[in-house]
């Protein structure tokens, strides 16, 4: 790259990263009639072109709206740009730094809705658009608002866990990923979870070959058995109740020839953990866990001798 092309791309990523796409493609445009054959302008030019797309495309939309749309829109930008983003990675950055900004600008713009619902889902994306951006305990702010405004969201605490290790603090991130994996994993999205901790229990399962929400689900079971959630907290006597309506309700599920058992299987192994510690924590008699575990043997032998020798 010639020192043409560099001051180019250096000026035009100042531009991207106040959104000011637009003026960045003109002006790297320029650059190229200069250097034709120059991949990374090249490169540059083509992402300007989709997010100029997409930001001609939002005024018309709530400020809401215009954050939902600019979040997705990044998730769709990450799967068109692929294994180019490492060798362009300045570029992405660049991209990053502005989309985001934006992001945060509309939900700021939102922040004063009054439905506890939607201001909870405002707050948690301002704390992922600010976790994004780095600032790691700003968004966790945020986050534990969101949570506060609206509790028992797994999405929300799962944000809050990922905030929590990218902080150092990992016995409340491996605490509250298994929390929000045992409220409800497949409405975790994957895609927007940062911290290395959790990339690699995922990225793990993934190579085992798990896919869609069956990988949402066995994520929780194989955090688990690899030792990643390890902080355990005790469950109250209304929680124990409701844990063991679900068991039920999951054993029977997997008696029905229609039902999906790629899921319910997942899930009722770690449904079965999480009784197997609240036996262990209450001292409860030892015949009640191995009952629990027969009932895993039966289902996952595997699991079974997996969980049997880590953890018992």
């Not at 020192?3 to 650059?31: H, R």
């Not at 575990?293 to 997996?306: A, Q, V």
């Amino acid at each position: 790259m010639g020192i043409q092309s560099e001051n180019a791309l250096c000026d035009a990523f100042k531009l991207i990263e106040i959104c000011n796409i637009s003026e960045a493609s003109e002006m790297l445009k320029d650059a190229l009639t200069i250097n034709l054959d120059d991949e990374s302008i090249v490169f540059a030019i083509k992402c300007c072109g989709f997010w100029i797309d997409t930001l001609n495309s939002i005024p018309s939309l709530s400020s809401f709206e215009q954050g939902e749309t600019l979040l997705n829109q990044w998730k769709q930008f990450v799967f068109i740009t692929g294994k180019k983003s490492e060798k362009y990675e300045r570029t992405i950055y660049s991209f990053k730094k502005g989309i985001f900004s934006l992001a945060l600008e509309c939900y700021s713009k939102a922040a004063d809705e009054k439905d506890s619902r939607l201001k909870s889902e405002i707050l948690r994306k301002t704390g992922l658009c600010y976790k994004k951006l780095g600032s790691y305990e700003v968004a966790l702010n945020f986050l534990k608002e969101a949570n506060g405004t609206l509790s028992g969201q797994a999405a929300i605490v799962a944000e809050v866990a990922d905030c929590y290790a990218l902080c150092g603090e990992t016995k409340n991130a491996k605490m509250l990923f298994k929390e929000a994996f045992y409220i409800d994993a497949k409405k975790i999205d994957f895609f927007f979870l940062d911290s290395p901790m959790i990339k690699a229990l995922i990225n793990k399962v993934e190579e085992i070959g798990y896919t869609g929400e069956a990988l949402q689900e066995w994520v929780a079971v194989y955090g688990v058995i690899l030792e990643v959630f390890t902080v355990k907290r005790l469950l109250r006597a209304q929680e124990v109740i409701r844990l063991r309506q679900e068991i039920f309700a999951r054993e029977s599920e997997m008696k029905d020839p229609g039902s999906n058992k790629e899921v319910i299987k997942p899930r009722l192994l770690n449904l079965y953990f999480w009784l197997i510690d609240y036996y262990i924590s209450s001292k409860e008699k030892s015949s009640s866990i191995s009952e629990v575990m027969l009932k895993m043997k039966i289902l996952d032998p595997e699991i079974h001798n997996l969980y049997r020798f880590g953890n018992l």
